[in-house]
């Protein structure tokens, strides 16, 4: 009779010790695979891998695409989102796709501000000298592209010709002169400005202080030396950059977070080991407009180890454990 328990119990030990070893599966999509966000993705990916977490970060187009993708793509729990992608979701009344996303999109965290890079040819001066000329504005369903269309809208500077083209392949026609200057909205530093400009091209940041604009954006600034060929510091104008999740109870609720206290919990961590961004991070800023997923919450702020938990119910598997030892 004894050898069956204990035959009963290796069984019972062996699926709850299987049950921990399993990871849970997350997806997470960012945005270009040398843009910020990616950066990020990766950094929390190498985190939760100690954690019990199996999370697949996705590249992408950036924040329009993602703020989808987290509504509608399979085993995507979670995306990066520029700020006023999300306001200006909710601002819009007529598609009840949109007013769903509007609804059901839900903050995880806020990350961090992402500055504005305006780069351009060396005689433009300022964001007004854009009037007329050949602007590069993001690929198309990038936050860049957004953020692009908006600071023209709320400046009234008209450009000659607004091209929707990717960050590298922007940077391209730029230095063969097909176009006069382009946006990219992203965290400093941006790998890819460190590492494909030399300084030799005539390229240079051009400031970002037109009044309707930083009315509408909050102020920032690109200090001098980010950038190897970059002396001076410039003024410009951000978003922030804000983790999100959709509103799915009855699969996702727990394990997102799970996940974001783990990220909550380990935020030293990402500031030693990840990228730079991570230093500039505040989980619990007050975004306006924003409130924090509620399934979020509750893995907040929460003690660790006995003292969280509630005494032991009476339990038929410890009182079998204990008639076999």
């Not at 309707?212 to 970059?230: K, L, R, V």
Request: net charge positive; with cysteine; glycine share 8%.
């Amino acid at each position: 009779m004894k050898k069956k328990r204990l035959a009963v119990f290796l069984v019972v030990l062996w699926v709850l010790m299987s049950g921990i070893a399993w990871a849970v599966d997350l997806g997470m999509i960012t945005g270009g695979r040398k843009g910020t966000y990616f950066q990020f993705g990766l950094n929390m990916m190498e985190l939760s891998k100690q954690y019990g977490f199996n999370l697949s970060v996705y590249n992408s187009r950036g924040s329009v695409e993602n703020v989808y993708a987290v509504y509608k793509r399979p085993r995507t729990q979670m995306g990066i989102v520029q700020s006023d992608v999300l306001a200006f979701v909710l601002k819009v009344k007529t598609d009840k796709t949109l007013k769903r996303i509007a609804r059901k999109t839900k903050m995880i965290f806020p990350l961090y501000n992402e500055e504005i890079h305006l780069l351009g040819k060396e005689q433009l001066l300022s964001f007004d000298d854009l009037e007329g000329k050949r602007v590069a504005i993001g690929k198309e369903g990038s936050g860049t592209y957004l953020t692009s269309m908006l600071l023209f809208e709320v400046s009234g500077i008209k450009p000659g010709k607004t091209v929707p083209l990717g960050t590298e392949q922007a940077l391209d026609q730029l230095k063969a002169g097909k176009i006069d200057a382009m946006f990219y909205v992203a965290g400093l530093p941006v790998k890819l400005f460190s590492e494909s400009i030399t300084g030799s091209e005539g390229l240079h940041l051009i400031p970002i202080t037109n009044k309707s604009i930083t009315e509408f954006y909050p102020m920032a600034d690109i200090p001098a030396n980010t950038y190897a060929w970059q002396g001076a510091p410039i003024h410009t104008v951000a978003v922030k950059a804000v983790l999100v999740s959709f509103d799915f109870r009855r699969n996702n609720c727990d394990h997102v977070g799970r996940f974001a206290g783990m990220v909550y919990d380990n935020l030293d961590w990402l500031k030693q080991n990840g990228h730079p961004k991570w230093k500039n991070v505040d989980l619990d800023y007050p975004l306006k407009g924003w409130s924090q997923y509620d399934c979020v919450k509750k893995y907040l702020h929460t003690v660790s180890g006995e003292e969280q938990m509630a005494p032991m119910e009476k339990n038929p598997l410890l009182k079998a454990i204990k008639e076999i030892l």
